[in-house]
């Protein structure tokens, strides 16, 4: 989740004339901070907190940029101020959870979502970054229960559908994959994960030609995709057509000069070009 998912008060409604706020201070502290001038930004919620110190979204959004600059600790106690001022507010919980998942604290993260899901069960946001530390236990089958979960709230919740076909896949289960990753495109048709994911599913099942069609598509979408071209590259091989392939490979290398398994394929398709 970026950081506009993560301020309270940016979508309410509001004067917006009204400097003063919850949404005017939010959208000024975003801005800030999209321009790297973070401490302006917390300044902009220190003067809101002087004047309502039980403002608790004010006490998370700081917290949330106490967070990214690294200062897990004050990010921490302002979290704590806002659920000793309002204990049910489960957003506290949430941004909790996401700084110990980011320090691969799983077990702490695991715990605060599930205190946050305590109070308010139906938050697709919070199912879904629970899904986020089983997948990192492996815990697949626990990580699907929550996509479910996030889907059947959300259906349109794309980077849920995303992470259901990725999770059938390190399953073996390309098949159920594929579907997860067509609903997420119709959401959104140029979601070049979605798209290269389906790809290499395809790919996987040995069905090159559609997995070709599908890598085509990522690279229309973005062509300085470096793995996209390494995928289509791939594909190109096994359906025999190496001097395709070979400049797909270097074009990937144009692109990411550093990866070493492209280099590699690239030496081996030189010499089966020059074997013919």
């Known amino acids: 989740m970026g950081i506009t998912g993560r301020l309270f008060g940016k979508d309410e409604p509001g004067d917006p004339v009204d400097r003063d706020t919850d949404v005017a201070v939010s959208r000024r502290a975003l801005a800030l901070a999209r321009q790297g001038r973070f401490g302006e930004a917390m300044a902009s919620f220190d003067r809101v907190l002087e004047r309502d110190p039980e403002n608790v979204k004010m006490w998370n959004?700081?917290?949330?940029?106490?967070?990214?600059?690294?200062?897990?600790?004050?990010?921490?106690?302002?979290?704590?101020?806002?659920?000793?001022?309002?204990?049910?507010?489960?957003?506290?919980?949430l941004s909790r959870g996401m700084l110990h998942r980011r320090r691969n604290r799983l077990d702490e993260a695991l715990a605060c979502y599930d205190q946050a899901l305590t109070l308010?069960?139906?938050?697709?946001?919070?199912?879904?970054?629970?899904?986020?530390?089983?997948?990192?236990?492996?815990?697949?089958?626990?990580?699907?229960?929550?996509?479910e979960r996030v889907l059947a709230i959300d259906p349109h919740f794309v980077a849920a559908w995303i992470d259901l076909g990725y999770a059938h896949f390190l399953q073996h289960r390309s098949e159920e994959a594929i579907p997860c990753y067509d609903r997420a495109i119709a959401d959104d048709p140029g979601n070049v994960r979605a798209w290269s994911l389906k790809g290499g599913a395809l790919y996987a099942l040995g069905e090159y030609r559609q997995a070709l069609a599908a890598f085509d598509q990522v690279l229309e979408i973005d062509p300085r995709y470096a793995a996209g071209w390494s995928m289509k590259c791939s594909v190109l091989y096994h359906l025999g057509m190496y001097r395709h392939a070979l400049a797909c490979a270097e074009k990937a290398l144009e692109i990411n000069p550093s990866c070493k398994l492209t280099t590699e394929v690239r030496k081996m398709l030189l010499t089966l070009i020059e074997g013919w």
């Open 120 to 147: 308010n069960p139906d938050s697709a946001v919070i199912w879904y970054n629970r899904s986020g530390v089983f997948a990192a236990m492996r815990r697949l089958d626990d990580a699907i229960a929550c996509y």
């Open 61 to 93: 959004n700081k917290g949330v940029f106490l967070d990214l600059l690294g200062r897990d600790d004050e990010a921490l106690a302002c979290w704590e101020r806002a659920l000793a001022i309002d204990p049910g507010f489960a957003p506290a919980w």
